[in-house]
């Protein structure tokens, strides 16, 4: 279960953006192709079709969410297509369609990233990018003039980039050039030091906090504090991969220090990885308990999120179980959804509780009225398959 991690990965950013949604791109296909090779991204395209009712749910639900839109607008170039008219129709001659929407995920040499059909939820849109973000790796580009004994500040400069575009380690290579440096105030190596400082454990990141407000005459504080943040999550997942609580509480301690603000909702994201990572169920509930007092108390799809993960990590452990059906209770009582209703009857129905399952899955049956027949008959097949058990 992934769901503080994302959490945090929905409010990265690298530049001081508003709270708006997606930026959709105003242009044409060609242009927003030049602009996602200008700017080294992936472009993001809603196929869609104006009768359709998910594209329209969609439009109106996620599209707009300020968390999406932080992450979308740093990430991709993002544009709209009515695949039934106009330039839609030239663009499905090179990318068919088969379904509404269609979400493409494409490079901007043409080739397909990924393609996924159906509406999407926030969270599961946002997992979309971040899957999307790393099945590019231009660092390979690099490769053979770096290894051949160029040092041009600028292709190590793009070589780092891509690194760490890519997921991958770029400390040696920064390291190496920092060295080869007599004067890191440089306007250049302030601004390289920003792209490198990419774990919170390393000298790299000191060298970051020491020049911060150099680098802050240059660059956004915004993009300082999101480097900051995106340094203690590498640092973080470091020490879930090694179960190392001590590199753990050293990148808890640095968000804390440098970007205070976001400490507090970092902390408990993080507690509940660590201890979901070390199958800790007593710890993994308490961090749970403490993230619905806090970060998810007003969200019900957050709190649905926490029955569901509790349900997968430790579904054979009672108190596991008791807390999931707690959280989905929560996520209910907040919710209009008829899908959250049916989620809180199949939590009750894997606790033995059937009475109680069927009750809120006919709750959900009135609840699906209004979004149509197949929405009923849906609700109407679950109905009757917590009836067979």
């Known amino acids: 279960m992934k769901l503080p991690l994302l959490i945090l990965l929905l409010v990265v950013s690298v530049l001081p953006l508003s709270a708006e949604g997606i930026r959709f791109f105003e242009g044409t296909w060609d242009e927003a192709v030049a602009e996602a090779k200008r700017l080294d991204r992936i472009i993001f395209v809603d196929a869609y079709a104006v009768w359709c009712g998910p594209c329209k749910k969609m439009a109106a639900e996620v599209f707009p969410d300020d968390k999406v839109g932080e ?25 068919p369609i088969s379904a509404f929407p269609t979400l493409f995920y494409i490079d901007y040499t043409g080739d ?14 946002i997992e979309l990018g971040k899957k999307a973000l790393t099945k590019i790796d231009r660092s390979q580009q690099y490769v053979a ?7 041009d ?55 970051l906090i020491e020049r911060r407000a150099a680098i802050e005459a240059l660059e956004p504080k915004q993009a300082v504090k999101e480097r900051i943040r995106e340094a203690c ?31 507090a909702s970092f902390r408990t994201s993080m507690e509940m990885d660590y201890w979901s990572a070390m199958g800790d169920v007593d710890k993994y509930i308490a961090a749970c308990q403490q993230y619905a007092k806090t970060e998810a108390a007003k969200d019900e799809k ?18 596991a179980m008791q807390a999931a059906e707690n959280f989905s209770k929560m996520a209910a009582d907040k919710s209009t959804d008829y899908k959250t209703q049916l989620n809180y009857a199949g939590i009750l129905m894997r606790n033995g509780k059937k009475d109680k399952a069927l009750d809120a899955a006919k709750k959900a049956l009135e609840m699906a009225k209004p979004h149509g027949d197949q929405a009923v008959r849906m609700v109407e097949f679950q109905i009757q398959q917590l009836k067979s058990k």
Request: aromatic share 10%; glycine share 6%; hydrophobic share 40%.
């Open 112 to 125: 397909v990233v990924q393609q996924v059909k159906g509406a999407q939820q926030i969270d599961g849109f």
């Open 71 to 95: 992450f979308y607008n740093k990430n991709f170039i993002n544009l709209k297509l009515d695949a039934e008219k106009g330039e839609g129709l030239k663009f499905r001659e090179k990318y």
């Open 145 to 151: 003039a770096y290894e051949s004994g160029d040092r």
């Open 302 to 319: 957050a709190l649905m999120g926490l029955g569901g993960a509790l349900a997968q990590q430790f579904g054979h452990e009672p108190k």
């Open 233 to 263: 999550e590498a640092t973080a997942q470091k020490a879930l991969e090694f179960r190392n609580r001590n590199l753990l509480e050293e990148a808890i301690a640095k968000m804390k220090k440098y970007y205070p603000e976001k400490a």
């Open 153 to 207: 500040p600028e292709l190590v400069l793009n070589y780092v980039r891509a690194l760490n575009k890519a997921g991958k380690s770029s400390i040696k290579i920064s390291n190496d050039y920092l060295r080869s440096q007599k004067d890191l105030s440089t306007p250049f190596n302030l601004r390289f030091i920003l792209e490198a400082a990419s774990e919170a454990d390393s000298r790299i990141f000191d060298m």
